[in-house]
């Protein structure tokens, strides 16, 4: 179950003429939830978006299911089965959500080893989300914020990936949306869906991850336990309070 799925070395990417990231290194594993931390402007988005290869400017070596990826285009990297779900949601207002599923459905697929590896259909993602349930013909543009967050990461979820990548989940919904997204994380890890999650709320990061990495000003500050980051106070005062 230790296998490496992601991993990173030296990753640095630019907007423009403004670098952003400055040789950040991580990795994570099958099965596994991890938290990238940091304040807003700590270069977590921008790390997502550089794994998921949707920056022109980048350099580094990514490495995904023990391929190459470091100059993939997004949806060469999203078919290898790494899934993203963007800190704005971009669902498609005037689609269903029964519509916005099917725009995300890939075949399904096996691990290295040859195991099944979870396949996701409308009916899994209404028991996951039952939220959605209630409103399958639902256009996606009259949704609230929340259930457009679950939305796409129930169409993330349809490509059947092995990682998903999860910008800021929590920020902007209503706190019972944060439990419910909180629910849905610790039962893909179940599913051995592993979870690569850009967080800033410590509280909703611990209760789902197993490891912690802490960003600031596009370097790496911190890499441990979950554990270990909450009962390090110096590390959350330097680099996570506000």
């Not at 899994?124 to 457009?148: A, T």
């Not at 611990?206 to 990495?213: I, N, Q, T």
């Not at 600031?216 to 890499?223: D, Y």
């Amino acid at each position: 179950m230790n296998q490496v799925l992601l991993e990173a070395h030296d990753l640095c990417a630019w907007y423009g003429a403004a670098q952003i990231l400055y040789d950040v290194g991580l990795e994570v594993r099958r099965g596994e939830v991890v938290a990238l931390m940091g304040r807003n402007g700590a270069g977590k988005s921008t790390t997502l978006k550089a794994l998921m290869g949707m920056l022109a400017k980048r350099r580094g070596r990514i490495a995904f299911m023990g391929k190459d990826i470091s100059r993939a285009q997004p949806y060469e990297v999203a078919r290898a089965g790494m899934g993203f779900v963007p800190e704005d949601r971009r669902v498609f207002g005037d689609l269903s959500v029964l519509e916005n599923f099917e725009v995300g459905r890939q075949p399904p697929r096996r691990w290295p080893d040859g195991a099944e590896a979870p396949v996701w259909t409308p009916e899994r993602l209404f028991k996951l989300f039952p939220n959605l349930g209630e409103m399958p013909d639902r256009p996606g543009g009259r949704m609230s914020g929340g259930e457009q967050q679950m939305l796409t990461v129930a169409r993330t979820l349809m490509g059947n990936p092995f990682l998903v990548l999860l910008d800021e989940p929590s920020e902007g919904v209503a706190p019972v949306i944060v439990e419910q997204m909180a629910h849905m994380i610790l039962a893909l890890k179940t599913q051995g869906v592993s979870i690569l999650l850009s967080e800033q709320n410590m509280h909703f990061a611990e209760l789902v991850s197993d490891r912690a990495y802490v960003l600031e000003k596009g370097q790496m500050r911190f890499s441990g336990s979950m554990a270990e980051l909450a009962a390090n106070e110096e590390v959350r005062r330097a680099y996570l309070s506000v």
